[in-house]
C-alpha cells in the first residue's frame, strides 16, 4: 500500500451519536489517525426500522465515505446496522476493510461459571439472525435473556445521560432482573453514554459489557495487516457530520467525545 493511502481518514458511522462510544475505543487505541464521524440522528433509532430500510441507509453512508471521503476502513459503530448490513457491505466493498459491532455476549458469559446475562439492546438487534447465531454459541455456558430497551437511544439522542425520567425507565425495566442477573451486556453503542444509570439501578455487583473496545482493536489488527497505520505522529483530526446538521446536534457530538470516563 502506499502512503498516501495510510494517511486516509478512517470512516466511522452510526444511526446517530451513539456511535461516538465506539469513536472515542478507538481514537484511545489510535489517536495519531484521521476520523469522519457521520451520525444519521434525521433516521433514528434503526432498531426498530426493517432490515432492508436499515441496509440501504448504511449502503447510502458508505458509498458517500468511499467516493467522497475516500476513506481506507470503516466502522459500522451500530450494532442494529452490523446485523442488518455487514455481510452485504463487506461483499459490495472487498477491497475496504469494514469493521462490525457484536454484543459482547461471550466476555460476559466468560466471566464466571454459569452465568446469567441480561443482554439490552434494540428489537432489530435482538430479532436478528445474527445475534441468536450468537446466542445458541453460548448457549450451554449460561443463560442469555434478551432486553429491548429502543427508548435509550432517544434518551441518548436527546443527551439526556443522567435525569429523572431515564432513570424511572431504567427502573421500569430492569426491575424484573434485580438481583438475578450477574452481568449486563449493551447491546447497542449508545448504551455505553448511560452505563452510569443502568449500573445505579441494576446494582454495582453486577458487571457491564459493551462491544466498543473489541472492535477498536479489530480495526488496529486489520489496519497493522493491510499496512494501512497512519506514520503520523501528530494528533489526528475527529470530524462529526450529522444528517440533522442543527448546531446543537453536532454540539452533542463533541461533548459526548470528551465526556470523563
Known amino acids: 500500500m502506499t502512503e498516501n ?16 462510544s465506539v469513536l472515542r475505543e478507538i481514537y484511545k487505541l489510535m489517536p495519531n489517525e484521521r476520523y469522519y464521524f457521520f451520525g444519521d440522528s434525521k433516521n433514528a433509532p434503526y432498531g426498530t426500522k426493517s432490515v432492508a430500510k436499515v ?19 470503516i466502522v459500522i459503530a ?15 466493498y472487498p477491497e475496504i476493510p469494514i469493521v462490525g459491532l ?36 453460548f448457549a450451554d455456558q449460561g443463560e442469555i435473556i434478551k432486553l429491548p430497551a429502543p427508548k435509550l437511544v432517544e434518551f441518548v439522542e436527546k443527551g439526556e445521560l443522567d435525569s429523572a425520567e431515564l432513570y424511572a425507565y431504567l427502573e421500569d425495566i430492569l426491575a424484573p432482573y434485580k438481583g438475578n442477573v450477574d452481568s449486563v451486556v ?54 462529526f457530520e450529522n444528517s440533522n446538521a442543527t448546531p446543537g446536534e453536532l454540539e452533542l457530538s463533541q461533548k459526548l467525545m470528551n465526556l470523563a470516563d
Open 186 to 239: 449493551l447491546g447497542c453503542t449508545h448504551f455505553p453514554f448511560v452505563k452510569k444509570a443502568i449500573q445505579d439501578v441494576i446494582g454495582k455487583d453486577v458487571a457491564v459489557f459493551d462491544g466498543g473496545a473489541g472492535a477498536a482493536r479489530e480495526l488496529k489488527h486489520l489496519l497493522t495487516q493491510k499496512q494501512l497505520l497512519s506514520p503520523n505522529q501528530a494528533v489526528g483530526e475527529i470530524t
Open 102 to 137: 457484536e454484543p459482547a455476549v461471550k466476555p460476559a458469559i466468560l466471566h464466571q461459571t454459569d452465568s446469567k446475562v441480561l443482554v439490552m439492546a434494540t428489537p432489530l438487534t435482538l430479532k436478528e439472525e445474527k445475534f441468536n447465531h450468537l446466542m445458541e454459541r
Open 5 to 20: 493511502k495510510a494517511l486516509a481518514p478512517i470512516g466511522v458511522f452510526d444511526s446517530g451519536l451513539g456511535g461516538i
Open 78 to 92: 451500530c450494532n442494529t446496522a452490523t446485523s442488518a448490513a455487514a455481510t452485504y457491505l463487506r461483499q459490495k
Open 55 to 73: 441496509k440501504a441507509l448504511s449502503e447510502a453512508i458508505v458509498e458517500d465515505f468511499i467516493q467522497q471521503k475516500k476513506v481506507k476502513a
